[in-house]
């Protein structure tokens, strides 16, 4: 039957695709060995690129988080801004899907790189921006702006002002209703959104490798270093930081999966 | 005056805040990027854009964006079907697994295609000995850009075909038409809108990726230098004014490509 | 609570909704504001409330100017069509929210809530959410929520448009009722002339954005001021010649004169039946259709097509019988006027002096 074919035809797709690279990074990490692997990951530098990954995940996940849902909010409900500015304000917030990520490091180099009047301002004042981490935050959040924003707006219009309407009647002022009647209607939905940001925020790499250098030990993260491991030939290393961040990633997969479900039952 | 915004705690102060961190974060670098590719004038421009690496390397993403393209929309209009429409053992697994693009760092994604078709592999070394080349050439940089496009057009097959109403069928099949017709003339085109922004997404994804691509792709300049890897060679070279003149380039295409899935969609929506 | 409303007006972008408005409202009083649908009722409640802002024009609550408060001030009760029920709460904090706002002690808010629970009726309800509610459940769920932090002016908006008609009476009846018996000043908004009629105190008839008429349903329907007025409450016929018919004769005098009659201002009998022979004229029965509880007859008089209703208990009538016709009243209007005028022909001709 017609069937059949296709069913196999899309396992074959999946795992040639999928599945046999995924496998491929958990046993290239053994090629040399437990120990290979140990002394890959416990490298000073694997560990600083490690931490400095992290230190980004959770600074943009809050930030975007919270500019996130608020300017979903106002796009949706604030009737202080013009339907046509709605609109408009809109399809800017898809923009940085439309630019590579490179390009998305070069513009913040361009502007408050130690060459403009911007960055050095900053850095006469002892704040470096590029070429360091504060720079590299500014990356990783303009490439993950979308995601929060995109992930409230619908579940917003979806349950409609009414609820709030109706709690402003009764007394209830915005934070209040905020929490009590809009936030259990969109959980899920911001849930999900941060389980999307934190896998993009750890995975980021073209707009990074541009604003930090990739001065190791330094300015380097977890998908930078794999970056540079590769570039000198040392592969298991390459492998095993890789198959630190793959781990993550199937255990973020799995997280994406569960508040997608959660996020439709109600 | 919806009623949510009004009373204490929500000031102008905190409305321009939120605004301020948009237009900062958003607005502000693209504007920037134009005007600096600008600043040194319409020649330097010129020059930048024409010097034939750079825009080789803008045709050549975009002819293998176009391939990577065309093949996700048969891949993923049939894996989509076969999710929605078919009940096997395993199929919520390879659901989910469909978001796996989505979760992986671009660059482990390359590091995996890396060892799984390079050279020192089972798949790289059976096609070497038949003279298919595949890291370090065309086809790599065409399995990258597939890899990372992979969710797109499933994604947004999906809701329309579960949306879509059983009964048009069944009034086709009653009507005498076979399957393969009905097929053609009676599901496809609910689902072609959706492969249609689905195609899009994912060229534009594929024309911007740098981190799959970078790190199979060999990035011999002229022959498989990508575009994206053309600009950070630009900037790795001190060349940021060349660099900012290629992007340009490439952001004006994706902004082309946004707007017209924009329009798509919204005109979608007013049916 | 004393209610004026002045010069109300309000502008969508381009769109008049309210011209123009002016009302009082005393205290207790249970009004009703009636119109066709994209009126501007809906409008006039949400401003009343606070949900919108006025375009121009005031208004007041017991003589002081509310335009600039907020909904959370302005101590009102807001019963939405789709009752807008908080989803993720169960009925007991529903109807507790107004007054957990307010921060009230546990045991006040216990003993409200289960008051207002025994009130509505909704008692063994009160772990429920929403969606394990029937429509009419959720709307007496909305009902309490509103009166649980004792407001000054009840506003509803089409609250029995969601419900099935069956259930419709009954929740209808037990409105009323209800608010009688808390006795706050209620101003609900509904496109239904029955409900308004059965429900009110008083009606506001609101079309295109202005205010037609106000008074009891028995003074609209017997006085209406306006054309639109007229037709909107019971059914009529629009008779152009209305010279034609017997006792209305001097109307031909006013030109461009037209009439409204109302089917429950035509008798209709088989000869000998209406007493007041000498006011009737012939007419012939065209169709009957049935109606459940009585007959809809459509009668033809000369040139003048009528509709009345017949009860079921007299004879049935059948298509092509003649019939005696009497038309006791029509509301009478042309481009300058507009008046009701009875039957000229009602007194007997021939009175007795004893």
Known sequence: MMRRIWITLTYIVFSLLLIAPLIKIFTGSWADGWSGFIEGITRPQSLHALMMTGIIVVVVTGLNTVFGIMLAMYLVRAEWIGRRMKRLLNSLVDLPFAVSPVIGGLMIVLILGPNTIIGTLFEDAGFKIVYALPGMILATLFVTFPLMVREVMPVLQEIGAQQEEAASTLGAYSWYTFWKVTWPSIRWGVIYGVVLTVARSLGEFGAVLVVSGNIMNKTQTATTLVYQDVENFNVVAANGVALVLAAFSVGLLLLMEWAKKRKEVH | MNALFRGKGWSFGFRSAIMLYFVILIVLPIVGIYTQSFSLGWTPFWESVSDPLAWKAVLLTVKLAIIATVLNMFLGTMIGWVLIRYRFPGRRLLNSLVDLPFALPTAVGGLMILLLLGPNSLVGGLAERLGIEIVFHEPAIIVAMLFVTFPFVIRAIQPLLEEMDKSEEEAAYTLGATRAKTFFSVIFPTMLPGIMSGAMLAFSRALAEFGAVVLVAGNIPGKTLIASVYIFGEIESSNPQGAAAVSVLLLTLSFLILWTVNLIQGRRSDQ | ?354
């Open chain 3, 1 to 354: 609570m004393h209610i004026e409303v002045r010069n109300l007006n309000k502008n969508f972008g381009d769109f008049h909704a309210v011209r123009d408005v002016s009302f009082e409202i005393e205290k207790g009083h249970l009004i009703g504001l009636l119109g066709p649908s994209g009126g501007g009722k809906t409008s006039i409640l949400r401003m009343l409330a606070g949900l919108e802002s006025p375009s121009s024009g005031d208004i007041l609550f017991h003589g002081k100017r509310v335009n600039d408060l907020p909904p959370q001030e302005r101590g009102i009760g807001f019963v939405f069509q789709n009752y807008a029920l908080f989803k993720h709460m169960t009925v007991y904090d529903n109807i507790a929210f107004g007054l957990k706002v307010k921060k009230q002690s546990k045991e006040y808010i216990r003993e409200r809530v289960m008051y207002l629970v025994e009130l509505t009726g909704l008692k063994g309800f009160e772990h429920r959410y929403a969606h394990q509610l029937s429509g009419g459940q959720r709307q007496r769920v909305a009902f309490a929520r509103a009166l649980a932090p004792e407001p000054q002016l009840l506003l509803l908006d089409e609250p029995f448009a969601a419900i099935d008609a069956k259930i419709r009476t009954e929740l209808r009846t037990w409105l009323k009722e209800m608010i009688e018996r808390v006795g706050i000043t209620s101003i609900f908004v509904t496109h239904d002339q029955e409900e308004a009629i059965e429900v009110a105190d008083e009606i506001m008839i609101i079309s295109k954005g202005r205010l037609e008429q106000k008074g009891s349903p028995w003074d609209i329907y017997k006085s209406p001021e306006t054309p639109f007025v007229a037709s909107f409450i019971g059914e009529s016929t629009i008779v152009d010649n209305i010279a034609q018919l017997k006792g209305f004769e001097d109307a031909a005098s006013r030109p461009g004169t037209k009439a409204l009659i109302r089917p429950e201002y035509i008798e209709i009998g088989k000869p000998g039946e209406i007493k007041l022979a000498s006011a009737t004229l012939p007419g012939k029965v065209k169709h009957l259709h049935f109606r459940g509880s009585e007959w809809m007859v459509e009668l033809l008089v000369g040139d003048t097509k009528l509709i009345t209703y017949r009860s079921l208990e007299k004879e049935v009538l059948h298509p092509g019988d003649q019939v005696s016709v009497l038309v006791h009243r029509a509301y009478l209007f042309n481009d300058n006027e507009s008046w009701i005028a009875e039957n000229k022909l009602k007194v007997d001709p021939m009175p007795i002096h004893i």
